[in-house]
T-cell receptor, first 111, second 116 residues
Framework: EDQVTQSPEALRLQEGESSSLNCSYT??????LFWYRQDPGKGPEFLFT???AGEEKEKERLKATLTKKESFLHITAPKPEDSATYLC????????????FGTGTRLQVFP | EPEVTQTPSHQVTQMGQEVILRCVPI?????FYWYRQILGQKVEFLVS????????KSEIFDDQFSVERPDGSNFTLKIRSTKLEDSAMYFC??????????????FGSGTRLTVV
């Protein structure tokens, strides 16, 4: 069964303290891995799509990487406004469009 | 930046009543989706819609659910007879065709459905 597991469930960081969030997946025929940011009471906000192992994408303080089994979201020198839940999702075999989400990592950044 | 618009933002309904959740996807997108998120749980796929028909649905999407694109801009989710367990945040999403740069699903802000 296709599965997405995110760790840690929650992460508290001091402003400026860099860290990484993990998303491990078991899926046959990965078509794409997505990272989203979700603020309380809001919809997921698209951050990145990664398609193949070795691929990296960056946006401001965020950098996403992908291997054959997992993806990391690296947060460099985070600020309080980076506080949110970060969701990982995968799109599996060719005959499906659906995204399979993990439970997310709730990030809190303190000044 | 283009966005997916959902209305209402919050709906309270009595058990057994019908509800219609509305969405306006991004205008040049071709694929439309409904997802839901029960409080504290994962975002779950409900249904995908392409070329005016359902392309895929989950086991959650049973006979009490239906989707429609009544005109060129709106996309609706109808729940015929609501149950307490239907209480959740419902998200509409849309996407362009694969291969578009930064291809990603755009989600709306959601409708919080509370069944009492």
């Amino acid at each position: 069964e296709d599965q997405v597991t995110q760790s840690p469930e929650a992460l508290r960081l001091q402003e400026g303290e860099s860290s990484s969030l993990n998303c491990s997946y078991t899926v046959s025929g990965l078509r794409g891995l997505f990272w989203y940011r979700q603020d309380p009471g809001k919809g997921p906000e698209f951050l990145f799509t990664l398609y193949s192992a070795g691929e990296e994408k960056e946006k401001e303080r965020l950098k996403a990487t992908l291997t054959k089994k997992e993806s990391f979201l690296h947060i460099t020198a985070p600020k309080p406004e980076d506080s949110a839940t970060y969701l990982c999702a995968v799109q599996a075999p060719r005959n499906t469009d659906k995204l399979i989400f993990g439970t997310g990592t709730r990030l809190q950044v303190f000044p | 930046e283009p966005e997916v618009t959902q209305t209402p933002s919050h709906q309270v309904t009595q058990m057994g009543q019908e509800v219609i959740l509305r969405c306006v996807p991004i205008s040049n997108h071709l694929y439309f989706y409904w997802y839901r998120q029960i409080l504290g749980q994962k975002v779950e796929f409900l249904v995908s819609f392409y070329n005016n028909e359902i392309s895929e649905k989950s086991e959650i999407f049973d006979d009490q659910f239906s989707v429609e694109r009544p005109d060129g801009s709106n996309f609706t989710l109808k729940i015929r007879s609501t149950k307490l367990e239907d209480s959740a945040m419902y998200f509409c999403a849309s996407s362009g065709p694969p291969g578009v740069i930064n291809y990603g699903y755009t989600f709306g802000s959601g409708t919080r459905l509370t069944v009492v």
